[in-house]
């Protein structure tokens, strides 16, 4: 699972992210509302972590307007004010859940373990564009009638390439998500992979569906 930590607090977002990493999730932590959002809005993430004080945009806002976009991850809210009316305020405006700070991470974890089992009603468990599918749930991919075997590396990609169909995805955003470390400028792992995928899911058809966009990056579309 990847997760998104939106917390200002540097003591606390560090707290949060090692904890959290040690139970072996990849996470990524950002002190900004608008650069959490920003982030939120263009890469895959699993859930979402979000303290609802924030400098730049709060986390009130950036909840309201993710949520007015359909971002459908599950949010859990840390916040400082045990009022009610401000606990109910969050879950109105699309949390999930709440922790109140200082809280222990034993509760912390509890909570987002809670969020993790709960059912996607509306994620789309499928991903298609053209004749190319590809199921998140049995990790199989398939075009038109032919099965095409992947590797680990080379399904995270096109995953996440799929998720974001119609859209360039450049290679430093591609890299932080399949590899989990940030862009080095120096290595073309990202087009070797992207090649491999091209030999699987492409070279036997006149549709391509995999394109490049030169000096962005790669987009899965049907033209």
């Excluded at 993710?66 to 859990?76: I, K, M």
């Excluded at 096109?158 to 360039?168: F, I, K, Q, W």
Aim: charged letters at 35%; a neutral charge; proline letters at 4%.
């Amino acid at each position: 699972m990847r997760i998104l930590v939106i917390e200002d607090d540097p003591t606390v977002g560090q707290y949060v992210k090692r904890g959290l990493e040690e139970q072996r999730w990849a996470v990524d932590l950002v002190a900004d509302g608008e650069e959490g959002e920003h982030r939120a809005s263009s890469e895959a993430y699993d859930m979402l972590i979000l303290d609802m004080r924030l400098p730049g945009k709060s986390g009130l806002e950036v909840l309201r307007a993710l949520r007015a976009r359909n971002f459908e991850r599950p949010v859990l809210v840390l916040t400082a004010q045990d009022a009610v009316d401000a606990k109910v305020t969050a879950l109105r405006a699309g949390a999930d859940d709440y922790v109140t700070k200082p809280f222990a991470f034993e509760e912390l974890l509890a909570r987002v373990e809670a969020l993790s089992r709960r059912p996607r009603a509306i994620s789309k468990p499928v991903l298609r564009v053209a004749d190319l599918e590809v199921d998140q749930e049995t990790r199989e991919v398939r075009r038109g009638d032919e099965r095409i075997e992947l590797t680990p590396k080379e399904y995270t990609v096109l995953e996440y390439l799929m998720r974001h169909a119609g859209r360039v995805m450049s290679r430093t955003l591609i890299t932080e998500y399949a590899w989990g470390y940030q862009f080095d400028p120096g290595t073309n792992i990202v087009d070797v992979v992207i090649n491999h995928l091209r030999k699987k899911v492409d070279a036997r058809h006149d549709r391509k569906l995999i394109h490049t966009v030169r000096g962005v990056g790669y987009v899965v579309r049907d033209h």
